[in-house]
T-cell receptor, first 113, second 113 residues
Framework: DAGVIQSPRHEVTEMGQEVTLRCKPI?????LFWYRQTMMRGLELLIY????????DSGMPEDRFSAKMPNASFSTLKIQPSEPRDSAVYFCASTLGRPETQYFGPGTRLLVL | GENVEQHPSTLSVQEGDSAVIKCTYS??????FPWYKQELGKRPQLIID???NVGEKKDQRIAVTLNKTAKHFSLHITETQPEDSAVYFC????????????WGAGTKLIIKP
């Protein structure tokens, strides 16, 4: 099993640019989570999906952030326009059923200049 | 809503000694309590979990205890080794809400040689 796959692993962009982060969950998993991690705020849940449907997006910081899950094997988190305060590590995680182990991807380290 | 407090934020112990990290939760309906370990630059990974019908669970050098009356749970690591150095996160799952783990702020464990 390849585990949760995220791309890109590192992203450096300039303020105002659009950023798209990608995630492929573990095959067969029915929950997908997007987290943001910073030193100041720790691990924050942004949004999660169940069977491709967004269930709770109350953690999405503002309208600049959007997430989609067009099918069971792919999800995107988009930031448009990006700002320096969006710099963080973004993790995707998936799980089968609840509550069960969340398997995290390697993360995308985003730096917005 | 649920809130999870984790203490201490940093813990430094001598190699070979034991380490204890404590978490408290606010909602008595919480019924699942995982612990994740995150090594520097890596993803969080589950190391042990406990459900509310169990008071203690062990896995080699690590153990978790749960006190439902006091609403707290603890991670115990015995015979600490350098590879135990990491950030440890506790979390609590509330059955009655949308599926969401409420995360503690993390404890940085430093093992001194």
């Amino acid at each position: 099993d390849a585990g949760v796959i995220q791309s890109p692993r590192h992203e450096v962009t300039e303020m105002g640019q659009e950023v798209t982060l990608r995630c492929k969950p573990i095959s067969g998993h029915d929950y997908l989570f997007w987290y943001r991690q910073t030193m100041m705020r720790g691990l924050e849940l942004l949004i999660y999906f169940n069977n491709n449907v967004p269930i709770d997006d109350s953690g999405m910081p503002e309208d600049r952030f959007s997430a989609k899950m067009p099918n069971a094997s792919f999800s995107t988190l988009k930031i448009q326009p990006s700002e320096p305060r969006d710099s963080a590590v973004y993790f995707c995680a998936s799980t089968l059923g609840r509550p069960e182990t969340q398997y995290f991807g390697p993360g995308t380290r985003l730096l917005v200049l | 809503g649920e809130n999870v407090e984790q203490h201490p934020s940093t813990l430094s112990v001598q190699e070979g000694d034991s380490a204890v990290i404590k978490c408290t939760y606010s909602d008595s309906a919480s019924n699942y309590f995982p612990w994740y370990k995150q090594e520097l630059g890596k993803r969080p990974q589950l190391i042990i979990d406990i459900r509310s019908n169990v008071g203690e669970k062990k896995d080699q050098r690590i153990a978790v205890t749960l006190n439902k009356t006091a609403k707290h749970f603890s991670l115990h690591i015995t015979e600490t080794q350098p590879e135990d150095s990491a950030v440890y996160f506790c979390a609590a799952y509330l059955e009655d809400s949308n599926y969401q783990l409420i995360w503690g702020a993390g404890t940085k464990l430093i093992i001194k040689p």
